[in-house]
């Protein structure tokens, strides 16, 4: 009896082999989707911020690349990449932006959107703004919208640029840069004054962050200690004490009204707020907040 079963399942199984040929078994198939990358890391990476103003010297435009990601199998070939600017929640002009041709390249699930940002005069007292979506295209759909990360929803189709070229601080004067400590909280009356103190230019308080990469890469060293060399071959330690004793002094004589900006040279006074150029009474910034050196030199005015 055991026999005649093992003979049938085997002549079963035989027969189910040669009726179900390769062409007939089912194969799940779903279609290739395309989503920005930041969409599986939440919504702290939804944007990116550009400014053309701490570009040395300032160019005509510039590139940002934003990553994208396939839901979907592996191509052996380059995948295009499609977006639009969504113009009903942006502040940008057609002539602002450009979308460059992009990719999923061949045998990856990863690919670059890369956006043109152009540069102009408005740009100097103007933040645009640009969200843009991924359309579909031959190669993928874009009908899912909503990714769950940890317990919220986020709409990975879309992304945000902002940008202009006011570059409001000189980007060795940012957060827990040595210039900080010295020189304090920046604002744009303060960074003149010094500039005319001093004889040092915008550019010199600005580092070119493809040398400093250059840099990072042949001494093997980090963003952090290639900048504060920099700082310090810029700015050492005890030149810049003398620097901020100097400094402490005037503001002290301009409080008291012993001394005042050149008026045979008013384009290097500060745009301060009316009558705080007149000496008397203390400097004030932009925000009519007294102009102050302070940080790890306070104190060393006298």
């Known amino acids: 009896m055991k026999n005649i079963i093992g003979k049938l399942s085997i ?29 599986t890391a939440g919504p702290s990476s939804d944007m990116v911020h550009f400014s053309f103003g701490y570009e040395i010297p300032m160019k005509p435009d510039s590139i940002i690349n934003v990553g994208v990601r396939v839901m979907g199998r592996l191509s052996d070939q380059d995948r ?18 450009e979308f460059l041709p992009s990719v999923v390249p061949a045998g990856s ?18 933040t645009l ?29 879309e992304y945000n640029i ?13 957060d827990g840069s040595w210039f900080r400590n010295y020189f304090g909280a920046h604002s744009k009356v303060k960074e003149q004054w010094i500039y005319y103190m001093t004889g040092y230019t915008r550019a010199d308080f600005t580092y070119d962050i493809e040398a400093v990469r250059a840099t990072m890469a042949e001494k093997n060293q980090t963003l952090q200690k290639t900048v504060s060399d920099l700082e310090v071959a810029l700015l050492p330690g005890e030149y810049a004490y003398g620097i901020l004793s100097r400094l402490g002094r005037w503001l002290e004589a301009y409080e008291n009204g012993t001394t005042k900006w050149p008026a045979e040279d ?14 008397g009474i203390p400097l004030l910034d932009e925000n009519g907040n007294p102009v102050e050196v302070t940080g790890s030199a306070a104190g060393t005015f006298n």
């Open 162 to 174: 902002e940008f202009d070229a006011k570059g409001d601080i000189p980007n060795m004067w940012l």
């Open 109 to 126: 699930r990863n690919g670059t959107l890369r956006v043109k940002l152009k540069n102009s005069d408005k740009l100097l007292t103007k």
């Open 129 to 157: 703004w640009a969200k843009i979506r991924l359309t579909p295209n031959e190669y993928f759909h874009v009908d899912r919208n909503a990714f769950p990360v940890g317990g919220s929803t986020y709409a990975g189709l």
């Open 266 to 279: 008013p384009s290097k006074w500060p745009n301060a707020l009316p009558g705080t150029k007149d000496p």
């Open 11 to 39: 002549g079963a199984l035989l027969f189910c082999a040669a009726a179900c040929s390769g062409d007939d078994l089912p194969v799940y198939e779903d279609v290739n989707r395309i989503y920005f990358s930041w969409a």
């Open 80 to 97: 295009p990449i499609k977006a639009e600017v969504i113009w009903a929640e942006s502040t940008i002009a057609p002539e602002d932006i």
